[in-house]
């Protein structure tokens, strides 16, 4: 019962938040409903404080019907303590929809707490993107921010969590992007420990997303299902 209790306290105090971030854009936006698929791979590299990892992620739009974004994104990780993580990778994907190609170099940092059985992780990603299509190429930085509960075997053998993203763009680029907070990823799902090399975890999202034209804004439901395999 104190377990269901914090549960349901840390929820009602991050709830709000993401919904009001992740509400829906404009009266013009884009009803979608998606489907993502993640997996992720990661190797430590002997004794060493480094792990390589490399993520794959195709996504489905158009109600699930269409098969418009594939992301490949390799990246070296370093555990600089206990509680945290830097990481720099590179990420290609390309976009069915938009017919274009966009590639990224990327660094992040990951702070981790664990408090009895609830654990809290905060990541802040900086982005290098790079757009190329028919009309050309063009350049632009994007800052990340994810905040992530989940509460450790709550539901035995499942953990409920709950993550929150939100976006910020540093360059304003015609057909592009708009300026500033401009996008936000809201998740509700649970995760299980399948044997000791693989977890899954599946959930359901949100994304609102503001975009250069008012009539192209996204507001987008869907599931994620995610794979992760440690060697």
Do not use: C
Request: hydrophobic share 40%.
């Amino acid at each position: 019962m104190a377990r269901l209790k914090l549960i349901i306290l840390s929820f009602r105090a991050f709830l709000p938040v993401a919904l009001f971030l992740g509400g829906p854009t404009t009266a013009h936006a884009l009803d979608d409903l998606q489907g993502w698929f993640q997996f992720i791979t990661q190797k430590r590299l002997g004794d060493t404080p480094f792990t390589a990892q490399l993520e794959l992620q195709p996504r489905y739009s158009d109600d699930q019907k269409t098969f418009n974004l594939n992301l490949i994104r390799p990246s070296l990780n370093y555990q600089a303590s206990k509680h945290i993580a830097i990481a720099l990778g590179y990420l290609q994907l390309r976009d069915e929809d938009l017919i274009e190609r966009e590639s990224r170099i990327w660094g992040q940092t990951t702070h981790r707490l664990q408090l009895e059985e609830l654990s809290f992780a905060s990541r802040l990603r900086v982005e290098s993107r790079r757009w190329s299509d028919t009309s050309g190429d063009s350049d632009g930085w994007r800052a990340r921010f994810q905040t992530r509960l989940t509460f450790d075997g709550a539901l035995d053998p499942f953990s409920p969590f709950i993550t929150d993203e939100i976006f910020y763009e540093l360059d304003a680029l015609p057909s592009r992007s708009v300026g500033g907070l401009n996008q936000n990823r809201l998740f509700l799902g649970v995760s299980t420990k399948l044997n000791d090399a693989f977890t899954a975890e599946i959930s359901a999202f949100h994304v609102n997303q503001v975009r250069d034209q008012p009539q192209s804004d996204l507001n987008a439901f869907g599931l994620l299902i995610a794979i992760l395999h440690t060697w």
